[in-house]
């Protein structure tokens, strides 16, 4: 342990002679550093996101959606009828089935106008809404069975129409039709919430009748219990593939989503990660080089060290130790500037809307500075290794 302190106290002090040369090579291993851990911070707080928004939803929940679920989606395919709501309601296991109801338009407001998404529903399954987070009323109140043009909008679509407050009671037009705002939803957290701020709720009758979309996209169905789910969304392939003639739908439960929401985050995550380990090459490069000139400018002085005893393996070590200390340093300062970034993104994101917090994965940051470390050792090798080969004569002979 003595001769260890021994050699990192010597490379310190080495290090320290030449402030500004260490200080340009730890830039390299502290942005490398730095930019893997802010991704890895952001992606598992990402990854905590729409975990808890699933979660939130509910485990006891599948979605049925139009399509094979081989790159048709909704916004092109139309293969769910209206009917397909009560086939499925009709399976034991099913405690509630809901339909979503969707279209666009254009709203109109004292003379503005903005494109919005409308979405028909069910005016009794609003405690499935509520349930989802998809609708907290905060001004005014639900719609009702017997609305036919009333409207309910988000928090974040009351100030769309520049200066323009939109307020309970005004009358939004929307398609040359009016209707009449009665409640103000608090703005949706999560994923759907930070995309679709545009988001109106209307009946479902009215979107059938005036907007002419009588079938729905999609449709939402709660089990009586998470342990069924599997189960139940078997059933519901079965029952609506014999309804169809055909399976033209795919039906996904939430840990489905949550797994395929998982692979797509870790793959757009991983390839960032790799991307950002260009700039660990970069900085290791830098430690190289900043070896190799240390190894020129003390040739003497290494020639002096092994003319009073000092072993291949001894001076070895000092280079070595003198790499590993500015991965090390680099790391620690990489760690510490990713996760300000990473905070600052969080931040930034949640002032929009979106609820994204920090994620800390201890293992990742110790892994971190590590491999910084390693990188640093690593590349700091053959300059080292070149210094220890060194004869003591030519050594003491060089610059004369």
Do not use: C
Request: proline share 2%; net charge negative; aromatic share 6%.
């Amino acid at each position: 342990m003595e001769i260890d302190q021994e050699l990192f106290s010597i490379a310190f002090r080495n290090l320290k002679m030449h402030k500004l040369r260490s200080f340009l090579t730890l830039l390299g291993i502290v942005i490398g550093i730095g930019a893997i851990v802010a991704l890895v911070s952001i992606g598992e707080g990402l990854n905590q996101a729409v975990t808890a928004e699933f979660e939130r939803m509910g485990l006891d929940t599948l979605a049925v959606e139009p399509g094979t679920g081989l790159g048709m989606t909704t916004a092109i395919s139309r293969t769910l009828k209206d009917e397909d709501i009560g086939i499925i309601e009709s399976i034991p296991g099913v405690e509630n089935a809901m339909g979503f109801y969707e279209t666009a338009g254009i709203a109109e407001f004292r003379g503005k106008q903005t494109a919005i998404f409308v979405i028909g529903m069910e005016p009794d399954d609003r405690h499935f809404l509520e349930k989802a987070g998809y609708i907290d009323i905060i001004k005014g109140r639900y719609l009702e069975p017997n609305d036919k043009y009333a409207i309910v909008i988000p928090e974040s679509f009351v100030d769309v129409f520049d200066e323009e407050t939109l307020r309970v009671r005004d009358q939004l037009e929307i398609n040359g039709q009016k209707f009449k705002i009665v409640g103000i939803s608090k703005d949706m957290s999560g994923l759907a919430g930070s995309l679709v701020s545009n988001m109106l709720w209307l009946p479902k009758e009215t979107v059938q009748d005036f907007f002419g979309e009588e079938d729905p996209m999609e449709i939402m169905v709660q089990v009586t219990d998470r342990e069924i789910v599997d189960e139940v969304a078997e059933k519901v392939t079965e029952r609506l593939k014999r309804a169809h003639g055909e399976e033209d739908f795919f039906v996904m439960t939430t840990e489905n989503i949550m797994e395929s929401a998982g692979i797509v985050l870790g793959l757009i995550q991983g390839v960032l990660v790799a991307l950002a380990g260009i700039s660990l090459v970069v900085g290791g490069i830098g430690i190289m080089n900043t070896m190799l000139m240390a190894v020129l400018e003390r040739t003497k002085e290494i020639g002096i060290m092994k003319a009073v005893g000092a072993t291949n393996n001894k001076v070895l070590s000092i280079f070595l130790a003198e790499s590993a200390l500015i991965g090390g340093f680099g790391g620690i300062a990489g760690v510490l500037l990713g996760l300000i970034l990473a905070s600052i993104v969080s931040v930034v994101a949640t002032a929009s809307g979106f609820a994204l917090p920090v994620g800390i994965n201890i293992v990742a940051i110790v892994g971190a500075v590590g491999f910084a470390m390693f990188v640093g050792t690593a590349s700091g090798y053959l300059p080292a290794r070149r210094a220890a080969l060194l004869e003591p004569v030519e050594a003491l002979r060089y610059g004369k």
